[in-house]
Each structure stands twice: as C-alpha cells, then as structure tokens.
T-cell receptor
C-alpha cells in the first residue's frame, strides 16, 4: 500500500477486556515500531521488530502488553485486561531498514478504556 | 538519561507571520535529529533530518538548524499558513545501534487568520 495503515482507528473497551491492534507497514519495510502517545504528549517507544524478530521490547509498560510480527510483515499489539491508564493513541511506524532510517507513521489507533 | 525538551509548549501566531520552535537534547552519542509534523488525528510526518555535520537544512518554508556543541535545534517556519497548525515534534537518535528514538513532547502551533 501507499503508507502504513492501522486498524481499528478507534477502539472503546471496558476495563478488563483484551484488545488487539493491527498494523500493516509499508510493503518491503524491514523495521516496525510501536509507540504509545498520551494526550498532549510525544510518542513513547514500546517495541521494535526487524523482520519477525522482536529486537527491543523495553518500552512495553507491563506484561499485559504483547506484540508480534510472525511473518515479518503485519504486526499486532495485544493488550490484556485493559486498564484506564492504557487509554492513548497507539502509533505504528515502519522504516526501510533499521533504527537510523526515517520512520513512516500510520494514523494510529485511539484506544479508550472505560 | 536521554531526553528531548521542546519549547514553547504551545504557540499561537497570525497567518503570514514567522515563528521559531526550540529543541534541546541530552541524547548521547548523537546520531541525527529529525523534526516531525503531526496533524491532529494523524501520525507524525518527517520534515527534516540533520546529522552531526549539518547545521542548517530547509524544506520549503521550514528551516531547521542544529548546534551539536550546545545540543540545540530550532525549526523556523516562514510566512505561516493555516495548514501549518499542528504539533511539531523533535526526535533525536543515538548513534548506538539498538537505542530507540527519543521524542520530545512537541510544540502545539496554531495559526489563525
């Protein structure tokens, strides 16, 4: 596709529900990143894949957060037993190669946990 | 600790006026610095990227400067337009291979008629 796409664009969940957020990176992009952006803040790094390998997950806030990219293309960020503090925009970005390359961002998924 | 600080937090200017946004960083060792524009409800879009040896780079009405000695960068917007209303985020990359990007909190710019 022409750019990074994410789905759903909006998600409302009741506290305690599990959610799954999808990211389709630009075709051929090796690296994929997930960020969490709270209202009025800059994005905060969550995790990073190079192909199917998760090279860095140091930004994941708890073991309720899990990300995968099993075939090195589409990625899913899963949040189990959602809490109100998980409410944020979750941004996905991809780059042609590694960390030093320009990252192209998707529109984000806005998650609201009630 | 690697940090990126931006100022001002928000800014309102009249259409046609110029403005300058500031970014200070403590990321080390430094690799490059990017300015991103983020429209409301959209993902960030890269405007400029500057490496250690570059001290100015332009992209249309946007001009970024970098002083690697003082670890400061600025983004100057000339002849602002209503469509420039957005958040501008300064992002710094460390030279080490596995360090993720460090994002500032952004400056919220509103251009009014």
């Amino acid at each position: 596709g022409a750019g990074v796409s994410q789905s759903p664009r909006y998600k409302v969940a009741k506290r305690g529900q599990d959610v799954a957020l999808r990211c389709d990176p630009i075709s051929g992009h090796v690296s994929l990143f997930w960020y969490q952006q709270a209202l009025g803040q800059g994005p905060e790094f969550l995790t990073y894949f190079q192909n199917e390998a998760q090279l860095d997950k140091s930004g994941l806030p708890s073991d309720r957060f899990f990300a995968e990219r099993p075939e090195g293309s589409v990625s899913t960020l899963k949040i189990q037993r959602t809490q109100q503090e998980d409410s944020a925009v979750y941004l996905c970005a991809s780059s042609l190669a590694g960390l030093g390359e320009t990252q192209y961002f998707g529109p984000g998924t806005r998650l609201l946990v009630l | 600790k690697n940090q990126v600080e931006q100022s001002p937090q928000s800014l309102i200017i009249l259409e046609g006026k110029n403005c300058t946004l500031q970014c200070n960083y403590t990321v080390s060792p430094f690799s490059n610095l990017r300015w991103y524009k983020q429209d409301t409800g959209r993902g960030p879009v890269s405007l400029t990227i500057m490496t250690f040896s570059e001290n100015t780079k332009s992209n249309g009405r946007y001009t970024a400067t970098l002083d690697a000695d003082t670890k400061q960068s600025s983004l100057h917007i000339t002849a602002s337009q209503l469509s420039d209303s957005a958040s501008y985020i300064c992002v710094v990359s460390a030279r080490s291979g596995n360090t993720p990007l460090v994002f500032g909190k952004g400056t919220r710019l509103s251009v009014i008629a």
